[in-house]
């Protein structure tokens, strides 16, 4: 009794119960496939999240006024042009790399035949990199357009389309922003949804002088928008930013500030929280789907071997050996479990291949390795444990089992 | 190979033991306490090198109970079964897998092929656990088929045969290794005037050649052609006559 022939029985026993045997092999497919596909769904939704919050500008820190609670008995200073320069002294904020005070107003922008609505933002040439801006076509305003207070303007890829049509270039043109006109000097590169704490398709840029003078006065500012030194001076520069306003706001609790501080980091944080739950969700997933596949090979496994006691009973009859009996179930179990495997691994991967919205499932490999292992595993030995018993019954008792 | 050749084959005294089979105070009891069923109550029973024996007595009587622990497929509540002078309570597992491929043709009552498999691969089947060769195999399958006139049907599945046809195959598959030890149970029950008069002679041919053949029958005819005839009645032996 060879080898050979052990693995000619195990084939033909399966070919014999083709319907069976493919039935165990979907059992073990889907479970393969579900665990491939879902950790890959929950790694590829985190890649895709991790790559959001790097385009949100990682260095980026926005300073915004904000309504002191009831119990601080005060309705809070405004954020001024003395905050800025406090800010911008390298020696109170060592951290800080650029500080921008931002004028901002919602006006409507008439380019004649068209017009449309979009945030006016007054700032200074630091905010583009400040605020993880990019320029489209044309160029940024500069220091020199700031200090002579001239009204040029850059559009938002959705203002410019709007106005001027998809894709079209205005540079050249005039727009009227509440009927003051401004030159266009360049367009904004399209960002995409989610960017930042609003839109900038919808805004339009613009020096800070200019926007004061024609549109908002020379008041208070809408915002501060603060770059730090690096993604690792973040945090550092955030404190030394409450501790510079806490100080000039008057306020000794934290509680209490008239204004507020966001930024990336903090949005990180929070993501990072919720995707390690998101990631622990689908991996409690996967696991249930392996153990439901499992519970699903076990059962398939052991109706098997219990359907074809009497065919051990003939076989042991005719002078077949335990092991030789042992021997054709585990090789017909290896058979399944290895060919379901694979192509379990195979229709998960392909099932990766379809594009879900904006991201892209990452199959993990660790993930195939875990699932192919867990469902072989269980294919083997509950292939081989009904076996080994009806291996050891004597013939009549296993001939006598319907 | 021929039909002859395993008629020839595999006879002759193999360690010099006058009984192939010497059963003493053989008893099998199925289940315990009140439901229990005393199939075979202290059967004493010898048979000698190339005997050819029938069994008879009324259904349920116990003769499938005594042909199954001959055959080493079960074994006796108590009580020494000795084949060819060895006491077969004493080998292992595989030992007696050996024994029952080597020197023991089995022909089953129910036939027991193996479902959605051929004719021929169900008679190969003791083969393949003696470790015979694929070709050699093949031949002697064939052969042992030819003998059963099913020449023509080793592709057929048993669902694709007749009762008899399937009998055949059972009794192809028992004599394929041409073993000392024929034993059948009912080998005839499913077959007509006429098969059943070639299977008869059939068996004559191997008692000829030297083989022990135990079996059952319910036929007179049948146990008119054997050597010597045991009645089992509930469970216990008696000897007719013998010729
Ligand atoms: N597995 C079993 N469990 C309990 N009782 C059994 C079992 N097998 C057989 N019996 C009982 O043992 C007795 C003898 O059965 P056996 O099969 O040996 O009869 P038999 O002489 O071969 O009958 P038949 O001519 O109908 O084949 C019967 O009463 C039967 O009911
Ligand atoms: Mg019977």
Redesign the interface.
């Known amino acids: 009794m060879s080898v050979v022939e052990i693995v000619r029985f195990a084939v033909r026993g399966l070919v014999a119960n083709r319907l069976r045997s493919l039935l165990t092999m979907l059992g073990i497919i889907i479970g393969i496939a579900a665990v491939i596909l879902l950790t890959a769904l929950g790694n590829g939704a985190s890649q895709y999240i991790q790559g959001q919050i790097a385009g949100l500008g990682a260095n980026s820190i926005t300073i915004l006024p904000r309504q002191p609670p009831e119990s601080a008995g005060t309705s809070g200073r405004p954020l001024t042009t003395g905050d800025v320069r406090a800010l911008a002294d390298p020696q109170g904020a060592p951290d800080v790399a650029s500080v921008s005070p931002v004028a901002q107003l919602s006006a409507s922008v008439d380019a004649g035949r068209s017009r449309t609505d979009a945030t006016v933002v007054g700032s200074t040439p630091t905010y583009f990199p400040g605020a993880n801006v990019q320029i489209g076509t044309g160029r940024a305003y500069t220091d020199a357009d700031v200090e002579a207070g001239r009204k040029v303007i850059l559009l938002g890829r959705t203002v410019a389309d709007d106005l001027f049509g998809v894709g079209s270039d205005p540079v050249g043109r005039d727009v009227l922003v509440r009927g003051v006109p401004f030159d266009v000097i360049g367009t904004l590169a399209p960002a995409g949804q989610g960017q930042g704490l609003s839109n900038p398709d919808e805004n339009v840029l613009a020096p800070i002088t200019a926007v004061q003078g024609s549109l908002t006065g020379f008041g208070d500012l809408s915002q501060i928008v603060v770059q730090a030194r690096s993604t690792e001076a973040q945090a550092a520069a955030e404190s030394e930013i409450n501790s510079i306003l806490d100080r000039r706001h008057g306020i000794e609790e934290p509680d209490n500030r008239d204004y507020q501080v966001l930024s990336a980091r903090q949005l990180a944080d929070v993501l990072d929280d919720t995707l390690g739950a998101f990631t622990l969700l689908l991996a409690a997933i996967a696991a249930i789907s392996l153990v439901v596949g499992g519970i699903g090979i076990t059962n398939i496994m052991l109706v098997s071997v219990t359907e074809r006691t009497r065919e051990i009973g003939i076989r042991k009859a005719l002078g077949a050996p335990p092991s030789a009996i042992l021997g054709q179930f585990l090789v017909e179990s290896i058979i399944l479990s290895v060919v379901g495997g694979m192509l379990g691994v195979a229709v998960g991967y392909a099932g990766t291949l379809v594009p879900l919205g904006d991201f892209r499932p990452v199959v993990l490999p660790s993930a195939v390795v875990a699932a192919v292992a867990v469902s072989a595993a269980i294919g083997i030995f509950f292939g081989a444990y009904p076996a080994r018993r009806a291996a050891r019954l004597r013939p009549i008792e296993a001939l006598r089992r319907e | 190979m021929t039909g002859r050749d395993a008629e020839r084959s595999g006879a002759g005294p193999i360690n010099g033991v006058e009984h192939v089979l010497d059963v003493r105070k053989l008893s099998k009891v199925y289940g315990a306490g009140e439901t229990a069923v005393h199939a075979l109550r202290d059967v004493d029973l010898t048979v000698r090198r190339g005997e050819y024996v029938a069994v008879i007595g009324q259904s349920g009587s116990g003769k499938s109970t005594l042909l199954?622990m001959l055959?080493c497929?079960?074994?006796p509540t108590s009580g020494r079964y000795l084949l060819e002078g060895l006491d077969v309570a004493y080998l292992d597992?595989?030992q007696q897998?050996?024994?029952?491929?080597?020197q023991i043709g089995?022909v089953?009552q129910a036939f027991?092929?193996?479902?959605?498999?051929t004719a021929l691969?169900n008679v190969e089947?003791?083969l393949?656990?003696?470790?015979v060769g694929r070709r050699v195999r093949r031949d002697r399958a064939m052969a042992a088929l030819a003998l059963v006139g099913l020449q023509g049907r080793e592709d057929h599945r048993p669902n694709q045969l007749s009762g008899g046809q399937q009998q055949r195959v059972a009794v192809a598959?028992a004599l394929v290794t041409g073993p000392a030890l024929l034993l059948a149970d009912e080998p005839t029950g499913n077959l007509d005037s006429r098969s059943t008069a070639d299977a008869l002679a059939l068996f004559d041919r191997l008692h000829a050649s030297g083989r022990t053949i135990v079996l059952i029958t319910h036929d007179d005819e049948v146990a008119a052609r054997a050597e010597r005839v045991v009645v089992v009645s509930d469970g216990r032996l008696s000897e007719t006559a013998r010729r």
């Open positions: 199954n055959g497929l079960d074994a597992e595989r897998a050996v024994l029952r491929n080597r089995f089953f027991n092929l193996i479902p959605r498999t691969a089947l003791p393949v656990y003696a470790g598959r």
